[in-house]
């Protein structure tokens, strides 16, 4: 009898799981409302955990320090009104650091800054790794830039760009530290001497406008401005170069796309002809408003005019402001028939 030819026994099946390849798609716009917020939920949600645990807690830090001081101030007030209450003497505000809530605030601000272009970064990096198309949105690339001046370039793609002009910013802010100090001992001395007494409350307000005025037109709020404005700009100029360069809403007339374009010139003076693609006139009219501010920050510091002439002289960037306004507008309305002709 022939044996029986051995046939090896097939090997199991595997059955095939279809394997996801999508992944998870982290939005830049989303990243940086989280970062500013809540600082470090923002770089914890576009995957970098360890990074937003450690901003979190340093700005937990910050604030608490600062919450901890402006009640130990506040407590150091009462009692020295409730002590001039039980002795019948005049009461008087105690003498008051404000070095260590100074130092408070600004590390609390600039941890909070930071949060929102570590956000945008860790965003922007992550959608790139992904091969993830980026994002170009002329109104979140203002926001980002207005809230924290130079994440906007992060935004568009120029990270180098924009962390300097992030440190550009900073020292500005740390500029305009003396500026309001030297406001706060004016305001202590004209009350120590006298000069600020409710007999006369017009010149009481005029005194408080003077010093207000010079504030605003100091170097430092002026370059803090500046820096701000520049860094709005260029993000969009950015992006009109870029991946906006076919974008034509700008130029055609709509309704929706003209109450947006009026509303980013006015924000900023060039906005509308720099999405227009029309690059030089914008940072023409940008160039203008800044200039005019400085002028007269520059006359008034030297004492070459005074407050109220400042104030008249004032209209002048306004005028620039709603002229790059009317501009743009009229350059839309017009280009529909300027396209038909040709």
């Not at 010149?203 to 701000?228: E, M």
């Not at 200039?291 to 002048?316: K, P, Y």
């Amino acid at each position: 009898m022939r044996a029986k030819k051995h046939i090896p026994p097939l090997p199991p099946q595997t059955v095939s799981r279809p394997v996801s390849v999508f992944k998870k798609d982290i939005s830049v716009h989303r990243a940086f409302v989280y970062g500013a917020s809540a600082p470090g939920v923002g770089e914890y949600y576009a995957g970098t955990r360890l990074r937003g645990l450690i901003t979190a807690l340093v700005f937990v830090f910050f604030s608490a320090w600062f919450t901890w001081l402006l009640i130990e101030i506040a407590g150091g007030i009462v009692d020295r009104i409730f002590g001039s209450l039980n002795s019948m003497t005049p009461p008087a505000l105690p003498q008051i650091s404000f070095v260590s809530p100074a130092i408070a605030f600004f590390g609390m601000y600039f941890i909070w800054l930071w949060a929102m272009i570590d956000a945008v970064d860790v965003a922007v990096e992550h959608r790139r790794k992904t091969a993830v198309a980026p994002q170009a949105s002329p109104f979140w690339a203002t926001v980002i830039s207005w809230f924290c001046p130079g994440a906007g370039q992060v935004y568009t793609g120029e990270r180098r760009f924009g962390y300097l002009l992030f440190a550009v910013y900073l020292m500005t802010i740390l500029l305009t530290v003396p500026v309001y100090v030297h406001l706060v001992q004016g305001i202590v001395g004209l009350v120590k001497s006298g000069q600020l007494s409710s007999d006369r409350p017009l010149g009481v307000i005029d005194i408080i406008h003077g010093l207000i005025t010079r504030t605003n037109y100091s170097f430092g709020k002026l370059l803090q401005a500046f820096v701000r404005y520049f860094a709005v700009a260029a993000a969009i100029d950015a992006l009109g170069q870029g991946q906006l360069k076919t974008d034509t809403r700008w130029s055609n007339p709509s309704t929706a796309g003209a109450a947006a374009l009026a509303g980013l010139s006015w924000l900023y003076p060039g906005a509308g002809q720099l999405l227009q693609a029309r690059r030089q006139f914008g940072w023409y009219f940008l160039t203008g408003y800044i200039g005019s501010r400085s002028l007269i920050a520059l006359l008034l510091g030297s004492n070459l005019i005074t407050v109220v002439q400042a104030d008249t002289a004032g209209w002048i960037p306004v005028i620039v402001q709603w002229g790059a306004v009317a501009e743009a507008l009229i350059w839309m309305m017009t280009n529909r028939r300027r396209q038909s002709s040709s």
